[in-house]
C-alpha cells in the first residue's frame, strides 16, 4: 500500500476549489477588484452575514507528506462531520490500492473500485462460471473492465470466490440503508455465511486472501453480537496466515481485523485489551484512526498502567499518549513530553505540534488587525484567554526539542519555533529563525512553507504605511500563485494594510482598501475625502495608490470625490464652496454626475413620477449650485421680485430634500426605510453594507426658511398662499419628526396634527381663501380639504 | 389531686402546642394532592438493576419515561435520522406505564420545510409504534412524550411535528406530553405552547454552565424564582421533573472545557489527587483520571449536586405557583448514582411533601 496519500484541511480544499478555476487571466483584473470592491464574504453587516472562524491560515499540511493522512485528521479536528465522510472516502481508497497492488498491479484502480463496490454478487457468479468453463467468456457487462479480464485470463478463482462471499456479507454488515428501518441483524443468515466462510479459509491457499476471508468472518460474528466467537475465529484464523505485506508493512485488511477483535473485546469487558489493540489501529491505520480514537476508552490510572504494560516498546506506549492528546481539554505540551521522552522520533510528535501551531494561529495570528475579531471572540471564544502565555510555553518547548536534535524532523521544529516567533510578536527572532532554518530543508513542501512563513512576516513587520511599504506590498499582490495557493493572503494583507492605514493617519486610503467609493456615497465623511485628496498625481502615485484610486472602470477618482465634497457643501448650504470645489472638476464632465429638475414644483411630493424632459429645466450639480446663488444675488438685488427667487429657492431646496422628487440632487443613496426611522435630529441610518450608515437630506428647516420668506417678501396674494403652502408641507414633516408626533389609528386616517403644527394652513385657511390657489388646493390637497372642511 | 389536675395540664398543653406546631407546618405547606411518581429512563439500554426496582416497589413507582431514541441531523445539511435507539429488555411479569420518550435537537427543526416535517412526523411515529411491538401486556402504554427545547425559529416546525403526533396518538386513545422549560411558561405568550396535551416542566438547568460566577446550574432556586409567573394561566396541565443527578464542571484557567456527566462526587475525596478549595470547588493537584476522565494538574471542577433538602424547597417554590390538579412527579433520572446520593426515604419526603396534615 503506497503511503503518500492526499491531505485534506479545511484550506486545503478551498485551495482546491479555487485551483479549479483558471484564475491566472483573472489576476489583473482581481487584484483591483479586491482592494477596491467590498469583501462581502468579509462584510461587516453582522454576524448573520459571516459563517465560520474569519481568521488566517497559512499552515500547509502537505509538510507532513511522510506521514499518511494525519495532518487531516488532527488539523481539522473540530470538522468531525468533513473528517467522517473523508475517513469513508479513505477507507475506500486505501482498498482499492491495495487490492490493485497486492493481486493485479496492471488494473486500473477505478475498474478494481467497479469490481469491488458495484459489480453484484450474481454477475461476479458468472464471471466465475466463465472463468471454470474455459470457453464462456465473462459477463459483458465486464467487457473492458481490466481487473476482470485480469481475473479471467489468470482463472482467478479463488480470488472471485472470495469477492462472491465479501458480496454475501455485504448486505449483513453494511451500515444501515434505512435508518428509520430495523436496526437488528439476520443473525442466522449470518452464522451460517461463518459455516460457508470457515470451509472456503480453509481451502483457500493465497495468504492475502485468507486474511480477508479472516476479516469477513470475525465482522460477521462481531455484528451478529457473537463476541465470543468473533474472538474465537480471530484465534482460529490468525495462525494460518503467512502475515502479509504490502511495501513492508502489514496490510490495511489485518488492521481492519484487529478492529473487530478489538470491538468484541471491548464488548466482553475486555476494554484495557481493546483499547491497546485501538492503539496500534490509531498507530498503523489511517483510514480507521478516527474509529480508533472514539473506541479507545480507560477511564482510570490503574487501567492506563495496566494498558502500558501490553505495550511492547516505548513507540508503542508513546502512542497511549499520543491517543490521550487528542482528547477534548488535553494539555498538548505535557502529552508531547511524554512522548518525546518515550520515543523523540516518534511521527506524532509533529502531528501535534502542527496542530498546536495551527490553534495558536487561530488566536494570535493579525489578531491587531483582524476586523472579525470581536465576531471570533463572541462566536468561538477566540483568543483564547491562554493564548498569550501558551505560545511562549510552546515556543519554548519546540526550542528545546529540536535543539537536542533528536525529533524525527528537527528542520520542521525549528521552522515551527519561527513561525511561534512570529505569533508571539517578536519578527527579530522570527526572521533570524527562518534565516537559519532555510539551509536546512530537504522537502519541496517545508521549503515552500518557509517561503509563505517569510511572506507573512514582511507583512505582519510593516510599520508605517510607507511608499516603500507600499510597493513591498504591490509586489506581493503580484505573486498570483502564492494568492491561489493561500487565499488567506488578501485578507491578510488588505487588512494590515487597513491598520497601517488608520494608525498613520490616513483614513481615506484605509477606507479605500476595504470599501468602495458606492459605500462610501451613503454617508461621505469628510476626513476621508480630505485623506484621499492628498494622494498626488497620478505620476507620482505608488502602485498602490493607482489601484485604490480607480473605480470600478478604471477610471481616476479625483473627480469622484470632488462631487462628493461638494455634495456635502451642498447640504450644509455652503453654495459658494460647493461651487469652488465643483469647478475643479472638469466642466464638460458635470452632466456625468446627474441632472436633476428641482425647480418644478408640485402640489403632492412624487418620487417615482416621471423627470422632466425639457433640457432648460434640467440642472447639474455645478448649474444647480450657480443657479442658487444667482437667485439670491438676484433676490437681495431685485427687492421687488425677491419673493419670486425666494420661492424659486425653497421649492429647489424642498425638492432636494429627502421627501422631493429631486433628493438625488443633494444625496446619492436614498432609502424608503428610512421614513419609518426618523425622529428627532436623525439623518443617519444603519444600512447593510454602509460602514457609516445611511445618511438622508431630512433637514426641511432651510426650505421653510425660504418659503416663510417669499410669502413675507411677496405682494401677490396668490404667491404668498403658495408659500404658505409649502411652508405649511415643511410643517407637517417637523411633525412627523417630532417628539408630537403620534401616529394615526390606521393607516388609512390622517394624523391628527396639533395646532403648533398647522400653523400655515390656518393661514391660508385665514387670509388666501379668495385665491385661485386656495382652489386649486381645495380639489389636489385632501389634507388641506379635511383641515379646512371645504369641498 | 393538684399533682394529677397539674400532670393532665402539662400533657394537654404538651399535645395542643404539638397540635399548634402541626397546623403552622401545615399552614405552610401547599394544600395539594400528592403527585403519582415516575422515573426517566435515559440510557441506551433499557436494563432495570435489582436495586433500582427496590428503588421504584418502595416509592410505589411503576411509572417510566423511557428515551426511545434521539433526532437529530445526519450532519449540518443531511436529513434528520434516529440516534441511540433504545435497545429493550423489558421485563416480564411486572406491571409498568412506559411513556416512550423521543428526544429531539433543535438543530433538527432548523430550515425544515413543512413537508419535511410531516415526513419526520410519520417516520418517527412508526419506528416507536415497531419498538413497541414486542412489548409484554404487562405493561402499558397512556402516553408518549417529545423532548425538545425549541427556540423562536424552529417553534413552528415543532409545533407542526407536535400536532401530527397528537392526532395519531388520539386515534389511538393516546395523550401526547410535551417537555416545558420554566421560561416557556413565563413568555408563554412569545414561545407559544405546543399542541400536547400535558406539559413535563424540567425543573432544572436553570442557569449557564459556563459562566464562572454560576453557582448551580442544574438547580438554582434564586434563579428559578425569577420564572415563577404564569402557571395558573398556563393552558395545559403540567407535570414536574426534577433532577437527581450531580455533575462536575471541568475548568482551566476560568474557561469551561467540558461537563463530566454523570460523576461521582466520592471521587473528589481522595486527597492526594484533588484538593478542595471551596464548598463546590476543587482543584486537581496531580494529573489523572477522575471518574473516568483524564484531568490535568492545576484544572478546577466545580461540583453542582442536588440534595435532597433542595428538592423539598423545590417542591414548596412548585406547591405555591401550580394549581391543585393531579400530576406525575419524574425523578431524572434513574440510575445507579440515583441511588447512591437519594436514600428511599428522602424520594419519599420529596413525593410527599405536599400532602395535607389530617
Known sequence: ?????????????????????????????????????????????????????????????????????????????????????????????????????????????????????????????????????????????????????????????????????????????????????????????????????????????????????????????????????????????????????????????????????????????????????????????????????????????????????????????????????????????????????????????????????????????????????????????????????????????????????????????????????????????????????????????????????????????????????????????????????????????????????????????????????????MNPQEDILNDLQKVPGESERTPIERLLFRDKEGRDIRSELFDMEAVLLFQEHQLEAALRLYKKIPRPSWDAFGKFDPFRGSFVDCLSCAHSKDTADLYNRGELLEELLDLEYKARAEPVNSAVYYYRIGTALYNMTYFGHSWMAMDYFRSGSSWSRMGGDQEVFSYPGAPYGNQENMNVSRPLYYFEKARLAANDPELQARAAFMAAKCELILYYQSKDFRPPPAPNLAPDVPPAYRNHFQMIVDYYRDTEFYEQLIEECLYFRLFSGDE | MKKHCSNYLVKFLAVFGLWLVFLSGSCTRPNLPAPSPAVYHWKQKFNVSEAEWQLLDSLNCSKIYLRFFDLDKENESGPVIPFSVMEARWPQDRKLEIIPVVFITNRSFQETGAEQVEQIAENLFDKVVRMLEELPPEIKIKEWQLDCDWTQSTREAFFQLAAIIRDKLKKEGLELSTTIRLHQIKFADKTGVPPADRGMLMFYNMDNVRDSSTQNSILDLDVAGQYMQGFSDYPLPLDIALPVFSWAVWQRNTKTLGLLYPFDPSSLQDSSRVEQLSASRYKLLKSTYLDGRFLYEDDQLRLEEVHPDLLLQAMDMLGENLPPESRTLSFYALDQSMLKSFSNESLRQILHRWKKID
Open chain 1, 1 to 521: 500500500m503506497s503511503h503518500s496519500g492526499k491531505f485534506y484541511i479545511a484550506g486545503k480544499r478551498l485551495i482546491k476549489a479555487l485551483s479549479g478555476m483558471n484564475l491566472r487571466f483573472l489576476v489583473p483584473l482581481l487584484l483591483p477588484l479586491f482592494l477596491i470592491l467590498p469583501q462581502t464574504a468579509r462584510n461587516d453587516c453582522g454576524p448573520g452575514s459571516l459563517y465560520g472562524f474569519q481568521g488566517y491560515s497559512f499552515l500547509n499540511a502537505e509538510v507532513l507528506r511522510t506521514t499518511p493522512r494525519i495532518g487531516e485528521f488532527f488539523l481539522d479536528f473540530e470538522s468531525m462531520a468533513v473528517l467522517e465522510t473523508g475517513n469513508r472516502q479513505d477507507q475506500v481508497v486505501d482498498n482499492v490500492t491495495e487490492w490493485t497492488l497486492k493481486v493485479c498491479e496492471n488494473a486500473l484502480p477505478e475498474d478494481v473500485a467497479t469490481v469491488i463496490y458495484q459489480v453484484p454478487v450474481d454477475i461476479m457468479r458468472q464471471l466465475r462460471t466463465a472463468i471454470q468453463s474455459r470457453t464462456i467468456p465473462p459477463p459483458s457487462i465486464l467487457s473492458g473492465n481490466t481487473f476482470v479480464n485480469f481475473l479471467y485470463r489468470n482463472k482467478c478463482e479463488e480470488t472471485v470466490d472470495y469477492l462472491i462471499f465479501a458480496k454475501e456479507c455485504e448486505p449483513h454488515v453494511g451500515p444501515v440503508s434505512d435508518p428509520w428501518g430495523e436496526t437488528s441483524r439476520n443473525v442466522p443468515a449470518m452464522l451460517e455465511l461463518i459455516e460457508a466462510g470457515k470451509k472456503d479459509f480453509r481451502k483457500t491457499k493465497s495468504d492475502y486472501i485468507k486474511l480477508r476471508y479472516a476479516y469477513q468472518l470475525v465482522r460477521l460474528a462481531h455484528y451478529a453480537g457473537e463476541f465470543d466467537l468473533a474472538l474465537e475465529l480471530y484465534d482460529f484464523c490468525l495462525p494460518k496466515i503467512d502475515q502479509p505485506l504490502i511495501n513492508d508493512q502489514k496490510s490495511l485488511i489485518y488492521y481492519w481485523l484487529l478492529g473487530h477483535k478489538a470491538g468484541a473485546l471491548l464488548k466482553t469487558g475486555k476494554r484495557i485489551e481493546a483499547s491497546y489493540l485501538y492503539s496500534k489501529i490509531f498507530q498503523h491505520c489511517p483510514s480507521r484512526r478516527q474509529s480508533a480514537f472514539k473506541s479507545f476508552s480507560i477511564k482510570s490510572d490503574e487501567e492506563w498502567q495496566e494498558l502500558i504494560l501490553l505495550c511492547r516498546n516505548k513507540t508503542e506506549e508513546a502512542t497511549l499518549y499520543a491517543l490521550r492528546a487528542h482528547n477534548a481539554g488535553s494539555k498538548a505540551i505535557e502529552e508531547m513530553q511524554r512522548i518525546y521522552d518515550l520515543d523523540p522520533s516518534h511521527p506524532f510528535l509533529d502531528i501535534l505540534l502542527l496542530r498546536e501551531i495551527k490553534s495558536l494561529e487561530r488566536d494570535l495570528l493579525g489578531l491587531e488587525f483582524n476586523d472579525k475579531k470581536g465576531y471570533n471572540r463572541r462566536n468561538y471564544g477566540v483568543p483564547r484567554a491562554f493564548a498569550g502565555d501558551y505560545v511562549i510555553s510552546m515556543h519554548d518547548f519546540v526550542h528545546d526539542l529540536w535543539s537536542a536534535g533528536k525529533v524525527q524532523n528537527p528542520a520542521l521544529w525549528h521552522l515551527a519555533e519561527g513561525y511561534l516567533d512570529l505569533l508571539s510578536g517578536d519578527f527579530y527572532a522570527a526572521e533570524k529563525n527562518f534565516r537559519e532554518v532555510g539551509p536546512k530543508l530537504n522537502s519541496e513542501e517545508l521549503k515552500e512553507q518557509l517561503e509563505v512563513f517569510q511572506v507573512v512576516l514582511t507583512i505582519s513587520a510593516f510599520e508605517k504605511p510607507t511608499s516603500e511599504v507600499e510597493e513591498e506590498a504591490y509586489d506581493i499582490w503580484k505573486r498570483e500563485e502564492l494568492f491561489r495557493e493561500y487565499p488567506d493572503f488578501s485578507d491578510f494583507l488588505r487588512d494590515k494594510l487597513v491598520q497601517l492605514y488608520r494608525d498613520g493617519g490616513r483614513p481615506g486610503k484605509a477606507f479605500l482598501a476595504r470599501h468602495t467609493l458606492d459605500d462610501l456615497r
